[in-house]
């Protein structure tokens, strides 16, 4: 079977370089399923999985934003922060989250709810991989 190869990189260096048949993920505009010849394609990624295909095998990504180069035979993931499932700390995740949670459940005006919101988003992200 044709695959392609997908490569994952972030600010700190490369994070996964390997072949898989089928590339799924959350972009910006909506979900994106990625096979081998798929047109080129330049796509922001939203903070959420990315599932890489390969066999009966699924792996997953957590990964916060960036973004997605598609080529016929190739796969590149810009992302801000990408983690496997094993280099997810949970139980740090589960205290960003109830951090984030309490921020946003404050009537504070200095709170800055998007902030919150977004670290909201990424502990809950983490914790779905990696939980």
Known sequence: MKTLTVSVVTPDGPVMEEDFEMVSCKSETGELGIL????????PLSI??????SDNDTKR??????????RPDKVTILAQT??????????RAEEAKARAERRLQSKQDDIDFQRAELALKRALNRLNIGG
């Open 48 to 53: 959420s999985a990315v599932r890489l295909k």
């Open 82 to 91: 990408a983690e496997k499932p094993s280099d997810i700390n949970v139980q």
């Open 36 to 43: 081998p010849g798929h047109i080129p394609l330049v796509a």
């Open 61 to 70: 990504l957590s990964v916060n934003g960036g973004f997605m180069e598609v």
